[in-house]
């Protein structure tokens, strides 16, 4: 699964670490997500979503589609 989570969490000046604290998972989780290693559990996914004031597909996106 592709997904921008890396880019937003830049855009907020965040590490991973610091991403990771707020949504209650490890750093190695974000870092597997952000690299595509890890699909989210819905309710990860709402988390960021909610986090970033975005919907999931603005997100998250299947491999190959356009986000």
Known sequence: ???ILNELRDRQGWSQGDLAKQLG???QTV???EKGRY???LPLAFKIAR???LKIEEIFSDDGEKK
């Open 39 to 41: 699909d989210p559990s």
């Open 51 to 53: 986090l970033f004031d």
């Open 1 to 3: 699964m592709d997904n």
């Open 31 to 33: 870092n597997a997500l």
């Open 25 to 27: 998972v490890s750093r």
